[in-house]
């Protein structure tokens, strides 16, 4: 008996031990957390009306008041260039930023879409940073096991998980804000976890999240991660269209749930570049690097300068295999147009920037803008009854905080084609929207 009690006491070999505990959603989480940043920083908030529906950031108080905003982001480029809400960082001073590592830094915001609520931000770096594994939303299914990552509260590298309850949800916040195709999940998303990623069981990303619902348990959403990578290369192509003429655009399209990169339009107006490309060609490759969506394309011209060289691995659409892809070799030039004058023959317009006091308390989503100063007679912008001290705001779909931004939209391959676009002003506090032509366009 006493020898029998003796080896049942004896410890096991560690080789005869089995555990459990690493799951796929441990392996996921570990994938994937070294690319999510903390962001903080003070804002002044107004009171507004509530919808039931309200963004998962900060809660308005009172009227007018400082509060700490907190949010969460996603590393999309190891060079420092990180995506989060818009309302995130709307209208806050300095962008605090906390890497998984506990390293530091000061954001810089480069672009943002009111729209779409997303917004690109930039912060200095020695080092290569990890960046979040990007997957797909477009073969989502419902109840399939997702996680939240993010700043909970102020509660750092917070992890939540759930499932996905229902997909294609618009959700109306507040007046000002509606979001469209939103993945809706019953995993917890508190304040702070805004522009944080929804991750699915292999670490990847497949939404932004971005809302609660108040009162509510179990209901909050998520910007699809294709979506929200579309608007994401648009911020990137926005911040390398300051400097550079390219003479393409591209797109990202799916098959069979694979992202491909494809050229949308080619041969802008003022591009002396032969591209040598068609609609339609995919490219698999920038300088020897693969791509595999529009915002690794754009990215790969963020350190680009005038006078650089593009060598694009190229597949016609008609093309079966890869292995035949051919090169064909862009000269990058520069984007130089930066006068009042730049909207005078194409839409006469004469304009300038709106001071900080001239945009004060127009519009939540317009800090910035181009202030009408001349409209020429019987131009597309008279015709539309665009007068001096509107501000323009926004057109064909990007913003116009500035004459760059306006010169880039100009040169744009689709708006070239269109017979008209949309714009958008401010008529002191009114937000006026209508459809404008291009001179010479009928």
């Given amino acids: 008996m006493l020898l029998a009690f003796v080896a049942l006491a004896s410890p096991l070999r560690a080789d005869d031990l089995t555990t459990n505990r690493k799951t796929p959603l441990v392996t996921a989480v570990e994938r994937c957390r070294g690319a999510v940043v903390n962001l903080r920083g003070r804002k ?5 009306d509530k919808s039931e529906e309200t963004s998962a950031v900060v809660a308005l108080e009172e009227e007018a008041r400082q509060v700490n905003g907190m949010g969460t982001g996603v590393v999309i480029d190891p060079r420092g260039y990180i995506l989060t809400n818009y309302h995130v960082v709307q209208d806050v001073k300095q962008i605090q930023v906390t890497m998984a590592d506990r390293q530091t830094a000061t954001a810089t915001l480069l672009a943002h879409d009111p729209e779409t609520d997303l917004a690109l931000l930039k912060i200095p770096t020695r080092e290569p940073l990890q960046t ?3 997957g797909t939303s477009s073969d989502l299914m419902l109840a399939e096991t997702v996680a939240a990552v993010g700043n909970a509260y102020g509660y750092d ?16 916040v507040n007046e000002h804000q509606i979001y469209r195709n939103l993945i809706q999940t019953d995993a917890p998303i508190n304040p702070g976890n805004s522009g944080g990623p929804l991750i699915n069981l292999d670490g990847e990303v497949i939404g932004i999240n971005v809302a609660m619902r108040v009162g509510a348990q179990g209901i909050a959403f998520a910007i699809p991660i294709n979506d929200a990578v579309e608007i994401a290369s648009r911020l990137v192509a926005e911040t ?3 400097r550079l003429l390219l003479g393409m655009s591209v797109t990202t399209q799916y098959e069979n749930g694979q992202p491909r990169v494809v050229v949308l339009q080619t041969g802008a107006q003022g591009s002396k570049a032969d591209t040598g490309l068609a609609a339609g060609d995919r490219i698999t490759a920038i300088d020897g690097r693969p791509v595999a969506r529009s915002l690794d394309f754009y ?3 963020l350190e680009k300068r005038p006078g650089d060289k593009l060598e694009l691995s190229v ?21 130089t ?9 194409p839409l006469g317009l004469e304009l300038t920037v709106a001071t900080e006091s001239e945009m004060a308390g127009r519009h939540p989503n ?37 004459f760059e931004n306006l010169s880039y939209i100009l040169r744009q391959p689709d708006l070239q084609e269109k017979r008209s676009f949309v714009f958008y002003i401010l008529r002191n506090k009114d937000p006026l929207f209508g459809q404008l032509r291009l001179a010479g366009k009928n």
């Fill in 44 to 48: 002044t908030v107004s009171q507004q």
């Fill in 132 to 134: 979040i594994p990007l």
């Fill in 157 to 172: 590298n917070t992890v939540t998980v759930g499932i996905i309850s229902h997909l294609n949800r618009t959700v109306q």
């Fill in 240 to 242: 390398t269209g300051d």
């Fill in 299 to 301: 990215c790969a011209l």
């Fill in 315 to 335: 597949a016609s659409n008609s093309q079966i295999s890869l292995a035949s892809a051919r090169t064909v070799s862009i000269t990058l030039e520069g984007a």
């Fill in 337 to 345: 147009d930066n006068s009042t004058q730049v909207a005078w023959k």
């Fill in 366 to 402: 317009y800090q910035r803008g181009l202030k009408v100063v001349r409209v020429r007679p019987e131009s597309p912008a008279a015709e539309e009854g665009i007068q001096p001290g509107d501000i323009l705001v926004a057109m064909h779909g990007y913003k116009t905080e500035s």
